[in-house]
């Protein structure tokens, strides 16, 4: 009889993608910064990218735990030039290390004129933008790639590569091979076999490990990843190295 057996990865790990905050409506879940430092020494996440809409709580967080946390800017882009003066300062004042976008929650096109200076923002600063993918009509990968062709210098985050849509995640992959500032991210995303296929066709450099805590337990995402059928070295590249490199943390 063939035993399964999970591959296991107990290397230092960089997460792209977590939250502290409420969440309420029909999400009705939250996190202190405590919280997630604390599952984060668990885990061994050695840093994670932190977001959330009330960005003087995100600025508190990493004020806390500057090692560990990396505060990411989360604007509304229909704010216009409310939204740029956040961002500007979140960048050089708060040091935030990159800009969150997330179209579904805003109501943006993620191409839209109103974002365009908050990717101005993006080149200024060389921080990566990272954008929740997965969700009609705002948050689809084929939009996100009409952004990325027309800002080919600034990294994007496709957070969630698709989500939980075979269609979306596939969109996700062939929309990063056609723009190579496109990184995927792997939070939430239930394919197993599709992590590999963007490592193999995509490149093993541009694939990251994220959890989207507390959305989703790191232990569900980490075992994700760890039955994906991927070699030891592809392990470190997409639990570590990766996000290092791309994300410059
Ligand atoms: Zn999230």
Request: proline residues 6%.
């Amino acid at each position: 009889m063939k035993v399964w057996v999970p591959k296991r990865y107990d290397g230092p790990i960089i997460d792209a993608h977590t939250h502290i905050g409420k969440f309420r409506s029909w999400a009705g879940i939250e996190s202190t910064t405590d919280e997630l430092v604390e599952q984060m020494n668990l885990y061994n996440v050695k840093k994670s990218a932190l977001f959330y809409t009330d960005n003087r709580l995100v600025r508190k967080a990493i004020q806390k735990y500057p090692k560990a946390l990396v505060g990411y800017v989360w604007p509304n882009p229909n704010e216009k030039e409310k939204a740029v003066r956040l961002v500007r300062t979140a960048l050089r004042e708060w040091k935030f290390k990159g800009i969150k976008l997330h179209p579904l929650i805003h109501s943006f096109l993620p191409n839209d004129d109103i974002v365009y200076p908050i990717m101005e923002e993006a080149r200024k600063a060389k921080v990566p933008v990272a954008i929740h993918s997965g969700h009609p009509p705002f948050s689809l990968p084929w939009s996100i790639g009409e952004l990325a062709e027309n800002f080919k210098d600034i990294k994007i985050i496709m957070l969630h590569m698709g989500h939980g849509h075979g269609v979306y995640i596939q969109a996700a992959i062939n929309t990063a091979l056609r723009n190579d500032n496109i990184w995927l991210e792997t939070s939430g995303m239930p394919m197993h076999s599709k992590i590999k296929e963007a490592m193999v066709r995509v490149g093993e450099d541009r694939v990251m490990y994220g959890s989207d805590s507390p959305f989703h337990e790191p232990a569900v995402e980490i075992d994700r990843i760890c039955s994906a059928d991927l070699t030891n070295r592809q392990l470190e590249l997409i639990f570590y190295e990766n996000a290092h490199k791309a994300l410059g943390i």
